[in-house]
């Protein structure tokens, strides 16, 4: 298996408290990895430095490597733009921009100077395909893409991530803000993303890890404490700390 | 315990009256002013009020000059203004880092707003008439209000522009966009009917200001008008007439109040019922802005 990251000894710090704790793992190519943990154990803070998003951040700081296909993230003079062309991320609550559902799809493909009426048209309908709501949305591309429902707008942040075409798509608790329904249908996504991306998923449900990722990664208080095939993890695995967590002793 | 529910019941009772008194006090103030002046210029509102330059003679008096002396100044301060009041707001909100320094330029800023505008004339005399040899022109006096306005539009466009929510720039970002394309592609255009009503505001405040533009020495008589910006010769537009002296509305009332003749008194009148029209439409575009915009953009 071709591996996608190459996490190195990396201590996050938001000033002066220590968020990520010497992490170093590997995260395979084309496979789903989930992270899991109590809240506040550093999962959201590991997944936005895969991207660079936290450099948003003003007071976070962050020492190791992290690198993706051989080069490091962090190294010095890397185009941080090409690396969140490269690496797409969906949040937590869906969050479309107040435009069309086309437009919405076609964002990411405008920055980068793509204009091409047939070449957007082209994109726009594959990566909704793909995102599982090109059915439900054919006819009213126009239409403003806050008229959607929360599930719907979900997934149109996902053609919104595809359309750039990524290698790597991150998501941080992507369904924690819908129904049910809605859930299933994204988590059905995940096992076809992944015949085409690297997909990374935080989440708080412990089913969710289990049932959609190949391998898990377990935090606690920013270690990673366990990370392994995802079957592994769930019947026998070699941490106690693991074991509470997913029992649900804790947590 | 019943007691002090009938006592609370009581003050409920009382200040709801006392605010609804108060409230239609001030109603009552503005009408009887509004009604004060209209029924004092109404009659005086002419064509000929308007076209005519001003006189010795009330009845041949008109605001020509001053009405056009306003609407060169508003524009030379909504040039000035808006686009460097606008773009500060977008450096200090979307692009400074949280310092010592930001934290001191707002507090600045906020304390600007509340500065009587005489001293903004002070400071037009010193920088814009003295030091930058403008002289008594339209230049200095739509620079002055600029400043004025500026502070006002400022907090105005950080506002907005904080009303924009935070998601939406992660996920521009996300995509890969740059800061710049993320501000004018994003958060702009939705902060747009925020920034047009604080501009507006901030315009039709100016546009009512006397004090600091009879401290740059706006006269009072000008019987002619600023060369015009539109020439019959190539490249067609001229900039010469900034540097003409003017007089504005405000001005132009002040002067008229301040004479004895009755007939002044009607003209002043006459005056204040165009330059409340002026503002009244100017306020009302940015109600409707503001409305129109609110529909369209819910998060
Ligand atoms: N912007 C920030 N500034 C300072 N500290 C932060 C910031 N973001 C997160 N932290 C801190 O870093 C630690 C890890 O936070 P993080 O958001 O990564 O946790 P999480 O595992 O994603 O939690 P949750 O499951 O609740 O989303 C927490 O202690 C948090 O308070
Ligand atoms: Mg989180």
Same mark, same amino acid.
């Given at each position: 298996?071709?591996?996608? &990251?190459?996490?190195?000894?990396?201590?996050?710090?938001?000033?002066?408290?220590?968020?990520?704790?010497?992490?170093?793992?590997?995260?395979?190519?084309?496979?789903?990895?989930?992270?899991?943990?109590?809240?506040?154990?550093?999962?959201?803070? &590991?997944?936005?430095?895969?991207?660079?998003?936290?450099?948003?951040?003003?007071?976070?700081?962050?020492?190791?490597?992290?690198?993706?296909?051989?080069?490091?993230?962090?190294?010095?003079?890397?185009?941080?733009?090409?690396?969140?062309?490269?690496?797409?991320?969906?949040?937590?609550?869906?969050?479309? &921009?107040?435009?069309?559902?086309?437009?919405?799809?076609?964002?990411?493909?405008?920055?980068?100077?793509?204009?091409?009426?047939?070449?957007?048209?082209?994109?726009?309908?594959?990566?909704?395909?793909?995102?599982?709501?090109?059915?439900?949305?054919?006819?009213?591309?126009?239409?403003?893409?806050?008229?959607?429902?929360?599930?719907?707008?979900?997934?149109?942040?996902?053609?919104?991530?595809?359309?750039?075409?990524?290698?790597?798509?991150? &998501?941080?608790?992507?369904?924690?803000?819908?129904?049910?329904?809605?859930?299933?249908?994204?988590?059905?996504?995940?096992?076809?993303?992944?015949?085409?991306?690297?997909?990374?998923?935080?989440?708080?449900?412990?089913?969710?890890?289990?049932?959609?990722?190949?391998?898990?990664?377990?935090?606690?208080?920013?270690?990673?404490?366990?990370?392994?095939?995802?079957?592994?993890?769930?019947?026998?695995?070699?941490?106690?700390?693991?074991?509470?967590?997913?029992?649900?002793?804790?947590? | 315990?019943?007691?002090?529910?009938?006592?609370?019941?009581?003050?409920?009772?009382?200040?709801?009256?006392?605010?609804?008194?108060?409230?239609?006090?001030?109603?009552?103030?503005?009408?009887?002013?509004?009604?004060?002046?209209?029924?004092?210029?109404?009659?005086?509102?002419?064509?000929?009020?308007?076209?005519?330059?001003?006189?010795?003679?009330?009845?041949?008096?008109?605001?020509?000059?001053?009405?056009?002396?306003?609407?060169?100044?508003?524009?030379?301060?909504?040039?000035?203004?808006?686009?460097?009041?606008?773009?500060?707001?977008?450096?200090?909100?979307?692009?400074?880092?949280?310092?010592?320094?930001?934290?001191?330029?707002?507090?600045?800023?906020?304390?600007?707003?509340?500065?009587?505008?005489?001293?903004?004339?002070?400071?037009?005399?010193?920088?814009?008439?003295?030091?930058?040899?403008?002289?008594?022109?339209?230049?200095?006096?739509?620079?002055?209000?600029?400043?004025?306005?500026?502070?006002?539009?400022?907090?105005?466009?950080?506002?907005?522009?904080?009303?924009?929510?935070?998601?939406?720039?992660?996920?521009?970002?996300?995509?890969?966009?740059?800061?710049?394309?993320?501000?004018?592609?994003?958060?702009?255009?939705?902060?747009?009917?925020?920034?047009?009503?604080?501009?507006?505001?901030?315009?039709?405040?100016?546009?009512?200001?006397?004090?600091?533009?009879?401290?740059?020495?706006?006269?009072?008589?000008?019987?002619?008008?600023?060369?015009?910006?539109?020439?019959?010769?190539?490249?067609?537009?001229?900039?010469?007439?900034?540097?003409?002296?003017?007089?504005?509305?405000?001005?132009?009332?002040?002067?008229?109040?301040?004479?004895?003749?009755?007939?002044?008194?009607?003209?002043?009148?006459?005056?204040?019922?165009?330059?409340?029209?002026?503002?009244?439409?100017?306020?009302?575009?940015?109600?409707?802005?503001?409305?129109?915009?609110?529909?369209?953009?819910?998060?």
């Amino acid at each position: 298996m071709k591996t996608a &990251f190459k996490i190195k000894d990396v201590n996050g710090y938001y000033g002066e408290s220590h968020a990520l704790k010497d992490v170093n793992f590997e995260i395979g190519a084309k496979t789903v990895t989930a992270i899991i943990g109590p809240s506040g154990c550093g999962k959201s803070t &590991f997944i936005r430095c895969l991207n660079r998003m936290n450099d948003l951040v003003p007071s976070f700081r962050l020492t190791g490597e992290m690198l993706h296909n051989g080069t490091d993230i962090y190294q010095k003079g890397r185009d941080i733009i090409e690396i969140r062309r490269k690496i797409g991320m969906v949040f937590q609550k869906p969050n479309p &921009f107040p435009k069309s559902i086309y437009e919405n799809v076609a964002y990411g493909l405008r920055i980068h100077g793509i204009k091409n009426k047939s070449t957007l048209d082209d994109v726009v309908e594959k990566s909704l395909k793909k995102a599982a709501l090109w059915k439900d949305v054919k006819d009213r591309l126009k239409e403003s893409a806050l008229m959607l429902s929360g599930g719907q707008q979900q997934r149109l942040c996902i053609a919104r991530a595809i359309a750039t075409e990524p290698e790597v798509i991150l &998501f941080d608790e992507p369904c924690s803000a819908l129904d049910p329904i809605s859930t299933s249908k994204i988590e059905d996504l995940f096992s076809e993303l992944k015949n085409e991306y690297t997909v990374i998923i935080v989440t708080h449900s412990m089913q969710q890890a289990a049932r959609v990722s190949d391998f898990t990664g377990f935090f606690m208080m920013g270690e990673l404490i366990e990370f392994d095939e995802t079957k592994k993890i769930f019947t026998t695995p070699s941490n106690k700390l693991t074991e509470d967590y997913i029992t649900g002793r804790f947590g | 315990m019943a007691n002090k529910t009938n006592i609370n019941v009581l003050w409920d009772k009382i200040f709801k009256v006392s605010g609804l008194i108060v409230t239609l006090l001030g109603l009552v103030v503005l009408a009887v002013l509004l009604i004060d002046i209209f029924s004092e210029g109404f009659s005086r509102l002419s064509w000929d009020f308007i076209t005519h330059y001003p006189s010795r003679h009330p009845e041949r008096a008109g605001i020509l000059s001053s009405l056009v002396g306003t609407i060169w100044v508003m524009a030379i301060t909504a040039a000035l203004a808006i686009p460097i009041g606008v773009m500060a707001a977008i450096y200090l909100e979307e692009y400074a880092k949280k310092s010592w320094l930001t934290n001191l330029i707002e507090i600045n800023i906020a304390n600007l707003a509340g500065v009587p505008s005489v001293i903004y004339g002070l400071l037009g005399l010193g920088v814009f008439v003295n030091f930058l040899a403008l002289e008594r022109s339209i230049i200095a006096g739509g620079a002055t209000l600029a400043l004025l306005a500026l502070p006002i539009i400022i907090m105005s466009t950080r506002e907005a522009l904080r009303a924009v929510p935070p998601s939406i720039r992660e996920a521009s970002l996300a995509l890969g966009a740059s800061r710049w394309q993320t501000v004018s592609t994003m958060v702009l255009p939705a902060a747009i009917p925020g920034i047009l009503t604080g501009v507006i505001l901030s315009l039709s405040r100016a546009i009512g200001e006397t004090a600091p533009l009879i401290v740059v020495g706006a006269l009072t008589y000008i019987p002619f008008l600023p060369e015009s910006p539109i020439t019959g010769e190539f490249p067609f537009i001229s900039l010469a007439g900034l540097k003409d002296p003017f007089s504005v509305l405000p001005i132009q009332i002040f002067n008229w109040v301040s004479r004895p003749q009755h007939g002044f008194i009607v003209n002043a009148a006459a005056a204040i019922i165009v330059l409340l029209t002026i503002t009244f439409m100017m306020n009302a575009v940015a109600v409707w802005l503001r409305h129109k915009y609110q529909k369209k953009i819910r998060w």
